[in-house]
Structure formats: structure tokens, C-alpha cells
């Protein structure tokens, strides 16, 4: 089933952005750990907002599991977006650490 297949992968890519966002951003394995099951997470209570409360009368797992590639594809295109804006909240710039410092010695 290519619909069932493509909404696998949109989730597989979004959850592998949340997991590199917070390895790359993590001072040590257990840091990783805590920020990836966090944005792991926010991922599924993302996806439960999209398939519950902004489709509410329409069953996305039925159009899937009927081949729909449109349902399929906005899915995966959801998962990559959630993933991305999680990735994007746990990302650290040390840049605010330097502005925090220098408007301190002011």
C-alpha cells in the first residue's frame, strides 16, 4: 500500500529530525536521551492534534488504509513539519549566552 508507505517514511523522517536535533544539541548521552523522548513526544501529541482535533470527521488511518495518496501525503508532509519545528525549539545558539553576558556587564 503506497499510502501506507509514504506515511510511514513522513513519520520516520520527522522523528529522525527530532532525534538528530537533540544529539546534536545534547552535552552528553543522557541529555540526548531526555530531549529525544521529549521531542518524541511532542511529535505524537502533534500528530494526534492534526488527526483529532483539525480533522475530527474524517478517519486519516481508514483513507490511508484505502491507498489514499493525497491523506498520505499531507501526513507526511505534517510528520516532517512537526519534526522540523521540534528540532528547531531544542536547537541551542550560543549567541543569546553572549548577548545574556555582555547586556550583564553593562
Not at 505534517?78 to 545558539?93: F, R, T
Not at 548577548?99 to 556587564?105: G, Y
Request: charged share 10%; hydrophobic share 60%.
Amino acid at each position: 500500500n503506497t499510502a501506507v508507505a509514504l506515511k510511514l517514511a513522513g513519520k520516520l523522517l520527522g522523528l529522525g529530525i527530532v532525534v538528530y536535533a537533540a544529539s546534536t544539541n545534547s552535552t552528553d548521552i543522557w541529555d540526548m536521551i531526555v530531549w529525544a523522548l521529549f521531542g518524541i513526544a511532542a511529535q505524537i501529541i502533534g500528530y494526534l492534534v492534526i488527526e483529532w482535533i483539525l480533522f475530527p470527521k474524517v478517519n486519516l488511518a481508514n483513507k490511508v488504509a484505502e491507498n489514499n495518496a493525497a491523506v498520505a501525503i499531507m501526513l507526511m508532509a505534517a510528520s516532517i513539519v512537526i519534526g522540523l519545528s521540534i528540532a528547531g525549539a531544542l536547537s541551542y545558539d550560543p549567541t543569546f549566552e553572549l548577548i545574556d553576558m555582555l547586556s550583564q556587564e553593562k
